[in-house]
């Protein structure tokens, strides 16, 4: 059996009982502590693998598992709760632009002329159309 084949064989399963690993092992020093070393590594992960189950394993899963649920469905609720609110948000303010649509050009021109009367001169001064003309060209 040539080096290849052999650690093949070695690192598929390094407790093989094959009668061709063996004896190869058996013909040659240096397979032999090859196949020793990859013992002692499948030991150590072995070894390694057996991990002790924490006693309140069940009870922590649980809670990580409720936990997580409640996350998904706390994500799933702000959805619903940001269109609902953008919903009467915009319900909102088209009922309030509805009630105060402006009235037409005609209507708010009376409307500034009826009150026009009350207002009051910022002034004392008299005022005529050159100066305020003046005053708005620059």
Known sequence: MDELEFRRRIYADPET???DVVEAAKADES????WNEQK???KQLKQALKVDVPEDLASKLIWQQSADEFTRYKRRSRWYL???ASVAF???I???MWYHQPLSIGGQALAHMQY????HAH???PVDLNMVNAKLAS
């Open 31 to 34: 397979k032999r502590s090859f």
């Open 40 to 42: 002692q590594l499948d």
């Open 116 to 119: 026009a009367e009350m207002e």
């Open 90 to 92: 915009t319900i909102g």
């Open 82 to 84: 940001a269109m609902a």
């Open 123 to 125: 002034s004392l001064l």
């Open 17 to 19: 009982t094959d009668s």
């Open 94 to 96: 088209g009922l309030t």
